[in-house]
């Protein structure tokens, strides 16, 4: 799934660096490869992902961004 993040003020590098000091990796930062999404991050989930993990994401990034 893409993940808008224009509206944050913070660059996806920047959102993943503090998602690390919750020992989570960010999404993939589209911002190079595809400059007309803006700040915007690949997330993936698989079945090896469970609902804690996914909940886990959510709860970091909205003490991050604001959300």
Known sequence: M???LNATGLTVA????RLRT???F???DLSHDHPELGQ??????TEV???ADIDRLIDALSKEISL
């Open 26 to 28: 960010g999404g993939k």
């Open 2 to 4: 893409v993940v808008d």
């Open 14 to 17: 920047e959102i993943n660096a």
């Open 22 to 24: 919750h020992g989570i």
């Open 40 to 45: 915007s991050a690949l997330y993936c989930v």
């Open 49 to 51: 992902h469970t609902q």
